[in-house]
C-alpha cells in the first residue's frame, strides 16, 4: 500500500462512518511516518488499512465492512480495503501508545500507530509475516533494538506471551 491509497481509504471510511477520529493500527500505519516504504518490498503486501474509529457501533462497523471491506466493491476496484477494528484492540497495545500517535499529514484528528510500538505489537503476535516487517523496519534504521526492547518490557504480557516476544526478539535482534 502506497501513502496515497491509505489517504484515500481514510477519506472514504470518514465520510461514510463521520467518524471524529480515525487511527491506523496496522502495518499501513507505517505510512504516516516513512511514506517512502510504500514503494518498498516491506509493505508491497499490505492491500488493507486496519482503522479504529471513534465514534463506532456495530451497525456502523458493519456497514463500512460491507461498503470497504474485503469483500466489497470498493476493494475489487481499487484493490486495498479497511478492516474495522473492535475498540477493545488497545488492550494490546503497548501502554502509552496513545501519546506516541503520529499525525497523518493532510487530516485532521487521523493518526497512526507509532512504529515502535507497532513493531512491539508485531513480535508479541509472531507470525513470519509480522517478524519479517520488523526485521525489515530494524534493517533500514526506522526503529532500533534498544527502544523495541524497552517497549515490549513495558508491556503486561501474559508468561506465554513473555516467552514467544523474548525469543521472537532475541531471533530478531542476534546476529
Given at each position: 500500500m502506497r501513502l496515497p491509497a491509505l489517504k484515500h481509504l481514510v477519506e472514504s471510511v470518514r465520510a461514510l462512518g463521520q467518524s471524529r477520529k480515525v487511527t491506523v493500527l496496522g502495518s499501513a500505519s507505517?505510512?504516516?511516518?516513512?511514506?517512502?516504504?510504500?514503494?518498498?518490498?516491506?509493505?508491497e503486501n499490505t492491500y488493507d488499512g486496519d482503522l479504529l474509529l471513534d465514534p463506532i457501533n456495530k451497525e456502523?462497523?458493519?456497514?463500512?465492512?460491507e461498503?470497504?471491506?474485503?469483500?466489497?466493491?470498493?476493494?475489487?476496484?481499487?484493490?486495498?480495503?479497511?478492516?474495522?477494528?473492535h475498540p477493545t484492540i488497545v488492550e494490546s497495545l503497548?501502554?502509552?501508545?496513545?501519546?506516541?500517535?503520529?499525525?497523518?499529514?493532510?487530516?485532521?484528528n487521523v493518526f497512526a500507530l507509532d512504529p515502535c510500538d507497532l513493531a512491539a505489537v508485531k513480535v508479541v503476535v509472531g507470525r513470519e509475516k509480522d517478524l519479517a516487517l520488523v526485521r525489515g523496519?530494524?534493517?533500514?534504521?526506522?526503529?532500533?533494538?534498544?527502544?523495541?526492547?524497552?517497549?515490549?518490557?513495558?508491556?503486561?504480557?501474559?508468561?506465554?506471551?513473555?516467552?514467544?516476544?523474548?525469543?521472537?526478539?532475541?531471533?530478531?535482534?542476534?546476529?
Open positions: 507505517l505510512l504516516a511516518s516513512f511514506p517512502e516504504l510504500g514503494d518498498q518490498e516491506l509493505l456502523i462497523a458493519g456497514y463500512l465492512a461498503a470497504v471491506g474485503q469483500g466489497s466493491l470498493f476493494r475489487a476496484e481499487h484493490g486495498y480495503h479497511a478492516d474495522i477494528l503497548p501502554p502509552g501508545w496513545e501519546s506516541r500517535l503520529v499525525a497523518v499529514n493532510g487530516f485532521e523496519l530494524l534493517g533500514l534504521g526506522k526503529i532500533s533494538a534498544d527502544q523495541l526492547r524497552k517497549r515490549l518490557h513495558a508491556m503486561p504480557l501474559g508468561e506465554k506471551e513473555m516467552f514467544r516476544a523474548g525469543r521472537n526478539l532475541h531471533d530478531l535482534t542476534e546476529v
